[in-house]
Every structure is written in structure tokens, then in C-alpha cells.
């Protein structure tokens, strides 16, 4: 059976959802995005992922065109309609349809796409195995907190990991400090067992799952601390992890070739991560 995506208030079979070549997300990059797990068929932390938009939004001067609470509406019915019970759901928002012109078109009506996908988020082989990282430059613009299309820098940033073996790529800012993972959240926990990760600011894009883990250690008497990072110091570290709405928690047992910790998944990153799936399955809505 065909997926059925949603375009600018139309459900429709997945094969058949378009936009128009002047769509300002395709010429420009102009729009924002969000995805969200589903667990159980039900959708993970997506308050904090509707806030997230809101505030991307906002930042573009971009109006979504349906409210929130239709957003959520919407969500729920690719859920269901497409049976998920395990993957998540995309959704784009761009500037609309008009003529190629750099500023701001007035009167056009921004453009919503979603869809769902069913992917394997529990039983991911990854957490049994753990992920290796490679390092590259982080190439991005100024402004990483909005969770913008514009993905190019991590495109290649994934693709030079890829090419490397590794499963995620951790860029590294100008200071020689680790911004974030090409589409996850980075953390490593050193030897004396704090959970270190870079601070929110206009550098990254600030992670929901980073937020819940962070708050999920914290009531369990763990040190968090909120600071950056170079590969050196990962490298030492005991234990690194990455967050991320579609791959949650997963160990990190290797960064450029040499080994974390003992090689293996760590014990608090995979206890981080048995602690985050029990918030999920009991938050989720
Ligand atoms: N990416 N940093 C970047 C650059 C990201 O793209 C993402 C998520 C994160 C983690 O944020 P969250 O925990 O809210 O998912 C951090 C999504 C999953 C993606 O682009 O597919």
C-alpha cells in the first residue's frame, strides 16, 4: 500500500504530492522543519518540537499556515493513516509559491508538506553496536538555532562520514569545539563521570532529546555540565552519546578512528537511553 502524504490541506498518496518548481523552499531554502518519533503509534515530546517550530517560524518571519493544534491534527492522521507505529513524522514549512526574487513575496500563502515514515526506532541495531563519528569542519551559517531546510553543510558533513566508515559526523567550529552531529545532539561524559554537552546559543540547533536527557539525568543525581568541547577531550572521554528524535540515545564507541571508553557502548549512555525511552512511552500523545 502507498504512503499517503499531506500538501497544503490535501491528503494524497505519497507518488503524487508535489510543489511547485517555484516554491521558495526548492529555490531558496526559504522554510523551516521538524520531525518527531513516533512510539506506539504515538508522537514523542511533540510539545517541545511544535514550540521549536513556533520559535523557527518566528525567527523567519514566517506564519505557519494552519494553527498548531491543526498541525497536531494533522500528525495524528498520517499516524494513522499510514498504520505507523514505529518511524516518525516530517513536516516542512516554506515561504510559499512565487516569482524567483530574493526578499519577502507578499500575499502568498506558505506552503505545508508532511509525511510519515515507519522506521526501527527501539530495536535499533545501532544501540547494540554503538556509532562511529567522524570529525569534519562545521560549514554552516550563523544562525543554527532555527531548524532550517537549508541542510547542504550536513549533507556533506554526513557524506564525508559515510565515506569514513561512520555512521554520524560531529562538526567542529573555527575554536577547534564540537558544535553538534551533522543531525543529532553530541554529549560525551568524562572520566569522572559528568555529562558534558555544548550550551544552547545561535551555534546549534537546541535538541528536544538533548533538553529531556539532560533533564532525565539531572533527576537522576548526574552531573550535567553545560560547556563546549573539543575532539581531543572526546577522544578521552569515558563515554560519548548522540540525541536525536529519530535515533533517541545512541553510544558512541569510536571518534576518527580511535575508540571511546573501552570500545563498546557505555553503561550510562545506555542507561540514558533505557531511561529516555521510558519518558517517551510515557509521555507520548
Ligand atoms: N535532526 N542538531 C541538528 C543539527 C539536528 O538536525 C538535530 C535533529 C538535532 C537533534 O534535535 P532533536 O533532538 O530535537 O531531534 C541536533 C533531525 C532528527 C533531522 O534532521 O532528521
Known sequence: MSSIAYVNGVFTPLEDARV???DRGFLFADGVYEVAAVIDGRLVDNPAHLARLERSLKELQLESPVSMAAIVEIEGALVARNGVREGLVYLQITRGVADRDFSFPKNVTPTLVAFAQKTTILAAPAAETG??????PDLRWARRDIKSIALLAQVL??????????????????DGFVTEGSSSTA??????????????SEAILPGCTRRAVMALAAEQGLTVEERPFGVAE????A??????????V??????????IGAGRPGERAKRLRALYLEFARATAG
Do not use: Y
Open 20 to 22: 511547485s518548481i517555484l
Open 157 to 174: 558533513a554526513k557524506q564525508a562520514a559515510t565515506e569514513a566508515g561512520c555512521q554520524e559526523a560531529w562538526m567542529v567550529d573555527a
Open 239 to 248: 563515554e560519548a552519546f548522540l540525541t536525536s528524535a529519530s535515533n533517541l
Open 250 to 259: 545512541l553510544p558512541i564507541v569510536e571518534i576518527d578512528g580511535r575508540p
Open 131 to 136: 556509532v562511529k563519528v567522524a570529525t569534519v
Open 187 to 200: 554529549f560525551i561524559i568524562t572520566k569522572a563521570g559528568a555529562i558534558v554537552t555544548r550550551p544552547n
Open 234 to 237: 572526546a577522544q578521552e572521554a
